[in-house]
């Protein structure tokens, strides 16, 4: 998943041989003003300091809100049918969102007065937060746009908008909003909210916020409630694709990373598609699974998608994390639609050891 501060904070650390005491001083905040450096640091002097961000404007009202403009996507951010990846929309809003969480605001604009030195200001004061929690995300929904189907629709540089959305008791939901920046034309491509649950270091488990965090922003942002993405249940006619959790397919907690839960289940769907194919030899079998024939559960448990449909473009997703799976772990994608619903709607469960880890849902443009 996505590890929003602890982790690149721990890698700029060791990668820069700071002390053990050092580090230590720093993650209690003990080192004052050098604290605050080494923390802008591991942006600035980091990965991120090329990404070439700029126009970071902050907002207090009606919602807390950073304004950015990004470099935007890349050649690698598309599929072979030329439509955006949604991993790739997922990465580049993680990648806003940390270059934000890890940036200090304008001082003009983070209550500076002129002529008074004043402590650097972080949006959502994320970085003492980590200093006290690890955040996880616990759920989030893409939503995309037509416009960025489109291909005389500039896709780089972007202007973001970053908003608080709810402050829960133990969660806190953010929403990711993408522009095209040509003019007074600005088109909305796409919008992912995402929601993070704070864990205690200790017990790794969820942990209520701290009442200086609650009291400072729980009623600010935009939304009544957080984000509620609810498990469903998992049928008992599935299309099965095996996967084992490869070294690309997690993060430096050596956790599967957030977005590769994606990447599994539109691999998934499309073997499922090719298993049923009519021009498929009827001795090619490139994936395995057990029980039933793997075409005829294909077939069984797809009802209506096409690659045509696939091909319009995904318009929504959601996603909940339920449990974590390693480098090396065997997992089964579960893919299926409901025969009552629309046919553009289609349900993945990625399981380990019988139980659901990952849950998703994709709707396709109509």
Avoid at 91 to 115: C, D, I, M, N
């Amino acid at each position: 998943m996505e590890r929003m501060v602890t982790s690149t904070m721990t890698w700029y650390l060791e990668k820069n041989n700071i002390s053990i005491e050092e580090q230590a001083g720093f993650r209690r905040g003990s080192m004052a003003k050098s604290s605050s450096a080494l923390k802008n640091s591991v942006v600035v002097n980091s990965l991120l300091k090329s990404w070439n961000a700029t126009n970071l404007r902050y907002e207090e009202s009606p919602h807390p809100t950073v304004l950015l403009r990004i470099p935007g996507l890349t050649h690698e951010s598309f599929d072979r049918n030329w439509n955006p990846k949604a991993t790739s929309l997922m990465q580049t809003s993680a990648t806003a969102r940390a270059y934000v969480f890890h940036t200090a605001l304008p001082a003009t604009t983070a209550g500076a007065k002129e002529g008074h030195e004043t402590e650097e200001k972080y949006f959502l004061d994320w970085l003492r937060l980590t200093e006290e929690f690890l955040v996880f995300v616990s759920s989030s929904e893409l939503v995309i746009s037509r416009a960025l189907y489109e291909n005389n629709v500039q896709k780089w540089p972007l202007d973001m908008r970053f908003v608080l959305g709810n402050v829960g008791n133990r969660t806190i939901t953010s929403t990711n909003e993408f522009y095209t920046c040509d003019g007074d034309c600005n088109k909305l491509l796409w919008t992912n909210t995402t929601q993070f649950v704070a864990v205690d270091k200790t017990t790794r488990k969820a942990a209520k916020l701290p009442d200086w965090y609650l009291s400072k922003y729980k009623g600010k942002g935009y939304m009544d409630k957080g984000l509620i993405v609810k498990p469903f249940s998992r049928p008992d006619v599935t299309y099965v694709h095996p996967h084992v959790v490869q070294w690309k397919d997690t993060d430096n907690y050596k956790h599967t990373n957030w977005t590769s839960y994606v990447r599994w289940a539109t691999d998934a769907l499309h073997a499922a598609l090719l298993l049923q194919s009519p021009s498929l030899p009827s001795h090619y079998s490139p994936y395995t699974t057990t029980g039933d024939s793997v075409t005829s559960t294909a077939k069984a448990a797809l009802h209506g998608i096409t690659e045509d449909i696939i091909a319009r473009g995904l318009q929504k997703m959601h996603i909940v994390y339920l449990r974590e799976c390693l480098q090396g772990e065997s997992v089964e994608i579960h893919v299926w639609q409901n025969s009552r619903e629309e046919k553009e709607l289609v349900y993945f469960s990625v399981v380990k050891d019988g139980e659901d880890v990952c849950q998703i849902k994709f709707w396709f443009f109509t």
